[in-house]
């Protein structure tokens, strides 16, 4: 039952809802608006028409110039109204287009400003390390320091050493001059006993006849104690080396922009080795 009564309700509300759209009104549709004065009028051309005679009909119309509807206090270009010349839409157009050109842009061109260049600063310049050198070898200290000065300024921090003989067979005498005769040398004996000095013995032969000599020694630091104990008594001895005798370097620094080859010409030495700085200290 309940079905049913629904069928029937749906039945006569979709009759009332069809008898309504029957007896309804027909909606009002608006009236065109009609064009404005002096706009000429669009009109669609139909296919078998020929455009260029549509053109002429449309051209034909009386048009008014389009500036006539500015108001005068609105726009400044209708304070000087253009004459009213009949042309086609396009050419009215192209009037409207001259009559308000588009304002020019003046572009004002700015100079670049000027590049700076920096110039990198120049690197410090490299001190060159200090060299050391070693001349030689010499007889004995005496000609290295005569090398010394020959060198001069070349070199700088100068130090003479002594090498040590490889052997060991190296002596070392300490002598007074030889004496004139044998009588002389005889004196001077007795004059080296009044002055409390012990070893000596006068030399009978050779080319060192009629010498006193005072001792011998195999390193050079007793032969010259015991020249400074010889001294002290008022006698002038000598050293004189003999045998495998030791050599005499001249080690030094170089003065800047030296060549070891100069040092080694000016000094007069035969042979130049490299050396280490930190000996000289």
């Known amino acids: 039952m309940l079905t049913r009564a629904l069928i029937v309700v749906l039945a006569i509300l979709n009759l009332g809802v069809a008898c309504w759209w029957l007896l309804r009104d027909a909606p009002q549709r608006p009236a065109p608006l009609p064009p404005p004065a002096g706009v000429a009028e669009l009109r669609w051309v139909p296919g078998g028409v020929d455009a260029t005679a549509a053109a002429d009909a449309s051209a034909a119309l009386p048009t008014a ?11 400044s270009v209708a304070a000087t109204p253009a004459p009213a010349v009949p042309a086609k839409p396009e050419v009215a157009t192209a009037k409207l287009a001259e009559v308000a050109p588009a304002p020019a842009i003046a572009t004002v061109s700015r100079p670049a400003p000027a590049s700076v260049v920096e110039k990198p600063a120049a690197p410090p310049a490299a001190t060159e390390p200090p060299r050391c050198i070693a001349l030689g070898p010499f007889a004995d200290r005496a000609a ?15 130090r003479l050493r002594e090498q040590p003989a490889a052997s060991g067979s190296a002596r070392y005498r300490v002598m007074l001059p030889a004496a004139a005769s044998r009588d002389e040398a005889q004196a001077t004996v007795k004059r080296i006993v009044a002055a409390g000095l012990s070893d000596y013995y006068i030399i009978s032969q050779g080319e060192d006849i009629n010498a006193v000599a005072l001792g011998q020694y195999r390193n050079r630091e007793g032969a010259e104690r015991r020249m400074a104990a010889v001294q ?3 006698f002038q001895p000598r ?43």
């Open 239 to 281: 050293l004189v080396a003999s045998g495998d005798a030791g050599q005499w370097w001249l080690e030094a620094q170089l003065a800047a922009a030296t060549q070891p080859a100069q040092a080694q010409q000016r000094s007069g030495a035969a042979q130049s080795r490299s050396l280490e700085c930190a000996r000289l200290r």
């Open 232 to 234: 002290a008594a008022g």
């Open 65 to 75: 110039p389009l500036m006539e509807r500015e108001p005068a206090a609105k726009t």
């Open 144 to 158: 290295a320091a005569a090398a010394q000065g020959k060198a001069g300024t070349a070199l700088s921090q100068v």
